[in-house]
């Protein structure tokens, strides 16, 4: 669909959008009530006990770790932390999950009232702000924070027309069953598709950080729904929402609101009514389609779970956690502008991902504060798009901190020219060999020794008689051919500043 489609759209409609994010805590060693192990796919139904199977009897006990990660999660989104919260059932039958109800957190969930910061450029700016396109910074509030259990897997097999996804019957697999998922709700104050894909994907860099989840949308470690409706601008009042799902990129999250809005308009100007449902957004043909009329809370009948007790959490407690935050991505980025002084942009790139900032700074550490600069040069220009052509993760790169820091040093030091540098990365990119090692061998060290370069230069001046005159007579602009003859009869290692200076010298 095409972008200006969107942005006509919202000059005339303004979009409220609202997020629901599931994350799977696929770092922690067991089920959120049993103690079968979390982990993605192997042989279906391996990975289950009576309680993540729904057996009658079966007694669920609460994963502490999970209680944590998800407080953890929620005081890096500045939330309150419920003092008093609980576990409710929700009723619903469908053959993924084996007890009927999900237990899930209801009225009484461990965090709200937090928020996230995130920058967005380009789309939609015009509207948001009195800005020109340019980036913008805007707050998205958090209702919500809770913890559940998430469903087994359907499996949908066979080839007859007409039924689900074209299958006859179905298989279920419970070895998702009982995973920890943390459930994060937005407060509807996302305004455009740009924003949404920004608040996912910022959040899952938290997550990265917090170290609780993977977050992988393949995966469905992270599964991203959202709430959208449009009003005419300077209306008040919310329209009709509908609620998308099966947006399993951050891509398809923004194509996804962009088509609804889009078709939100061309229903509301053709004069007909939005209905409040959900709908399945198909990857494939690029559009939304109805699934079903959207459920109210009390189709559920929750209520408390009473096999388990309430939570009380002691101020002590919450500290200790709040103990436990790592340095998160936007302090990381305030810390490299200050104490290495790198633009915005640049501390953002480096400061987003936890071990390509880690590895930065292990470099930086290594080579000294006043080479971090050239060390986050190379870090998002060369190495960067190595790692991006070869899809090479940043851990199976044969580059190391220790080999970054040394080619920044031996550049510093004048050992080797800005245009052998990419050659000795480009190899040690290749081989892992160290770059010491890759000068030596390849004969490429720079000379700076001015006692050899001034002997090349008297050769030049005594092969080339006319040349000389010619300069001496004014014509100065001979200057880079003369560097051009030294540095071949110095075989293209002479130091080309020093080979300039000792050049103007002795001919002047
Ligand atoms: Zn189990």
């Given at each position: 669909m095409a972008k200006d489609r969107l942005a006509g759209v919202l000059e005339r409609y303004e979009a409220v959008i609202g997020l629901e994010i599931h994350t799977e805590?696929?770092?922690?060693?067991?089920?959120m009530f049993c103690g079968c192990p979390v982990a993605f796919g192997g042989e279906p139904n391996t990975r289950v006990c009576p309680v993540c199977l729904g057996m009658p009897g079966a007694l669920p006990v609460p994963n502490e770790a999970a209680v944590e990660a998800t407080v953890l999660a929620g005081l890096a989104l500045d939330c309150e932390i419920a003092p008093f919260s609980q576990f409710h059932r929700k009723q619903y039958f469908y053959p993924d999950m084996p007890k009927d109800y999900q237990i899930s957190q209801y009225d009484l969930p461990f965090c709200g009232l937090g928020h996230l910061d995130i920058e967005v450029d380009g789309e939609g700016a015009k509207q948001r702000v009195d800005l020109d396109g340019g980036p913008y910074a805007t707050r998205i509030g958090v209702t919500r924070i809770h913890l559940e259990e998430d469903t087994g897997k359907m499996v949908h097999v066979g080839g007859s027309e007409g039924r689900i996804a074209g299958a006859d019957h179905s298989l279920v697999d419970?070895?998702?069953?009982g995973t920890p998922l943390m459930e994060l709700v937005s407060e509807p104050d996302i305004r455009t598709p740009e924003e949404a894909r920004r608040f996912a994907q910022k959040l899952r860099l938290i997550m990265l950080n917090l170290g609780v989840s993977d977050c992988s949308m393949e995966e469905g470690s992270m599964r991203v729904d959202g709430n959208v409706s449009i009003r005419l601008r300077g209306e008040t009042e919310l329209g009709t929402k509908t609620e998308i799902k099966n947006m399993n990129s951050f891509k398809a999250l923004h194509d996804a609101l962009a088509f609804e809005i889009v078709r939100q308009a061309d229903v509301l100007d053709e004069g007909g009514r939005i209905v409040q449902e959900t709908r399945h957004w198909d990857v494939t043909a690029k559009r939304t389609s109805a699934l079903r009329s959207k459920e109210e809370a009390h189709d559920y009948r929750y209520f408390p779970e009473p096999d388990m007790v309430p939570f009380e959490f002691s101020a002590g407690w919450i500290d200790a956690i709040r103990a436990r935050l790592p340095e998160l991505p936007d302090a990381r980025r305030e810390r490299f502008m200050r104490d290495f002084g790198l633009s915005s942009a640049d501390a953002r790139t480096l400061s987003e991902d936890v071990e390509f900032a880690a590895f930065f700074e292990e470099a930086v550490a290594l080579a000294g504060t006043p080479l971090a600069k050239p060390i986050a040069n190379w870090m998002l220009g060369d190495f960067s798009a190595y790692l991006n052509a070869g899809t090479v993760a940043l851990s199976d790169a044969k580059v190391t901190p220790a080999m970054l820091a040394e080619l920044v040093q031996v550049i510093d030091a004048g050992t080797i020219s800005g245009k052998q540098a990419k050659q000795v990365f480009t190899e040690m990119a290749e081989t892992g060999d160290a770059p010491g090692a890759i000068i030596e061998i390849r004969g490429m060290k720079q000379v700076s020794d001015t006692g050899a370069i001034e002997a090349a230069v008297e050769r030049v001046i005594i092969a080339n008689p006319d040349e000389v005159a010619s300069y001496r007579a004014?014509?100065?602009?001979l200057i880079g051919w003369f560097v051009g003859q030294v540095m071949r009869e110095m075989r293209g290692q002479g130091n080309p500043s020093l080979v300039n200076e000792i050049l103007v010298k002795k001919l002047g």
């Amino acid at each position: 669909m095409a972008k200006d489609r969107l942005a006509g759209v919202l000059e005339r409609y303004e979009a409220v959008i609202g997020l629901e994010i599931h994350t799977e805590l696929t770092s922690l060693n067991s089920k959120m009530f049993c103690g079968c192990p979390v982990a993605f796919g192997g042989e279906p139904n391996t990975r289950v006990c009576p309680v993540c199977l729904g057996m009658p009897g079966a007694l669920p006990v609460p994963n502490e770790a999970a209680v944590e990660a998800t407080v953890l999660a929620g005081l890096a989104l500045d939330c309150e932390i419920a003092p008093f919260s609980q576990f409710h059932r929700k009723q619903y039958f469908y053959p993924d999950m084996p007890k009927d109800y999900q237990i899930s957190q209801y009225d009484l969930p461990f965090c709200g009232l937090g928020h996230l910061d995130i920058e967005v450029d380009g789309e939609g700016a015009k509207q948001r702000v009195d800005l020109d396109g340019g980036p913008y910074a805007t707050r998205i509030g958090v209702t919500r924070i809770h913890l559940e259990e998430d469903t087994g897997k359907m499996v949908h097999v066979g080839g007859s027309e007409g039924r689900i996804a074209g299958a006859d019957h179905s298989l279920v697999d419970f070895n998702r069953a009982g995973t920890p998922l943390m459930e994060l709700v937005s407060e509807p104050d996302i305004r455009t598709p740009e924003e949404a894909r920004r608040f996912a994907q910022k959040l899952r860099l938290i997550m990265l950080n917090l170290g609780v989840s993977d977050c992988s949308m393949e995966e469905g470690s992270m599964r991203v729904d959202g709430n959208v409706s449009i009003r005419l601008r300077g209306e008040t009042e919310l329209g009709t929402k509908t609620e998308i799902k099966n947006m399993n990129s951050f891509k398809a999250l923004h194509d996804a609101l962009a088509f609804e809005i889009v078709r939100q308009a061309d229903v509301l100007d053709e004069g007909g009514r939005i209905v409040q449902e959900t709908r399945h957004w198909d990857v494939t043909a690029k559009r939304t389609s109805a699934l079903r009329s959207k459920e109210e809370a009390h189709d559920y009948r929750y209520f408390p779970e009473p096999d388990m007790v309430p939570f009380e959490f002691s101020a002590g407690w919450i500290d200790a956690i709040r103990a436990r935050l790592p340095e998160l991505p936007d302090a990381r980025r305030e810390r490299f502008m200050r104490d290495f002084g790198l633009s915005s942009a640049d501390a953002r790139t480096l400061s987003e991902d936890v071990e390509f900032a880690a590895f930065f700074e292990e470099a930086v550490a290594l080579a000294g504060t006043p080479l971090a600069k050239p060390i986050a040069n190379w870090m998002l220009g060369d190495f960067s798009a190595y790692l991006n052509a070869g899809t090479v993760a940043l851990s199976d790169a044969k580059v190391t901190p220790a080999m970054l820091a040394e080619l920044v040093q031996v550049i510093d030091a004048g050992t080797i020219s800005g245009k052998q540098a990419k050659q000795v990365f480009t190899e040690m990119a290749e081989t892992g060999d160290a770059p010491g090692a890759i000068i030596e061998i390849r004969g490429m060290k720079q000379v700076s020794d001015t006692g050899a370069i001034e002997a090349a230069v008297e050769r030049v001046i005594i092969a080339n008689p006319d040349e000389v005159a010619s300069y001496r007579a004014g014509k100065t602009t001979l200057i880079g051919w003369f560097v051009g003859q030294v540095m071949r009869e110095m075989r293209g290692q002479g130091n080309p500043s020093l080979v300039n200076e000792i050049l103007v010298k002795k001919l002047g």
